[in-house]
T-cell receptor, first 110, second 113 residues
Framework: QKEVEQNSGPLSVPEGAIASLNCTYS??????FFWYRQYSGKSPELIMS????GDKEDGRFTAQLNKASQYVSLLIRDSQPSDSATYLC??????????FGPGTSLSVIP | EPEVTQTPSHQVTQMGQEVILRCVPI?????FYWYRQILGQKVEFLVS????????KSEIFDDQFSVERPDGSNFTLKIRSTKLEDSAMYFC???????????FGSGTRLTVV
């Protein structure tokens, strides 16, 4: 059974700090990983996608992928209160099926 | 910015009734999806749809569920005989290619009483 696993949190960081969110995947077949942000009562919003080993940076966000370790992370630099949300890690379980982890709740304290 | 539109935003139905949830994907997207999220739980895959047929479906997507693209713009999810446990937020999503990032609609909150 392919699963995406995350620490549920909550993770609390002070404003301006780096938030580090982690995710592991239980099967080696997955090729693509995604990070989504979900505010309470809202739909998931795509933040980052990463397909190859290494780092990918987009503004204050950096995604890191290590396929050998089945590990993907998201770093948020200069965290802002508006970053407070649940962050969902997702990966492709097959050709046309992406599955989500349970999410990590992030709280950025002003 | 292009959006995925879902209607209604909230639907209350009696157990055993049929419901149809509607979605208008982004116009140049070819891949369509339904997910659901029970309150406090994770986002669960239901079904993917491409080229007018189902690509993948989950164990949740049993004979009570069906999807349809009745015209060039709408994508619907039908639940034939709703159960209490079908109460959830249902999200439609679309993508320009498979296994790439999705754009989600704002969701339909289905409450079965």
């Amino acid at each position: 059974q392919k699963e995406v696993e995350q620490n549920s949190g909550p993770l609390s960081v002070p404003e301006g700090a780096i938030a580090s969110l982690n995710c592991t995947y239980s099967d080696r077949v997955s090729q693509s990983f995604f990070w989504y942000r979900q505010y309470s009562g809202k739909s998931p919003e795509l933040i980052m996608s990463i397909y190859s080993n290494g780092d990918k940076e987009d503004g204050r966000f950096t995604a890191q992928l290590n396929k050998a370790s089945q590990y993907v992370s998201l770093l948020i630099r200069d965290s802002q209160p508006s970053d407070s949300a649940t962050y969902l890690c997702a990966g492709d379980a097959s050709y046309d099926k992406v599955i989500f982890g349970p999410g990590t709740s992030l709280s950025v304290i002003p | 910015e292009p959006e995925v539109t879902q209607t209604p935003s909230h639907q209350v139905t009696q157990m055993g009734q049929e419901v149809i949830l509607r979605c208008v994907p982004i116009s140049n997207h070819l891949y369509f999806y339904w997910y659901r999220q029970i309150l406090g739980q994770k986002v669960e895959f239901l079904v993917s749809f491409y080229n007018n047929e189902i690509s993948e479906k989950s164990e949740i997507f049993d004979d009570q569920f069906s999807v349809e693209r009745p015209d060039g713009s709408n994508f619907t999810l039908k639940i034939r005989s709703t159960k209490l446990e079908d109460s959830a937020m249902y999200f439609c999503a679309s993508s320009g290619s498979s296994a790439r990032g999705y754009t989600f609609g704002s969701g339909t909150r289905l409450t079965v009483v």
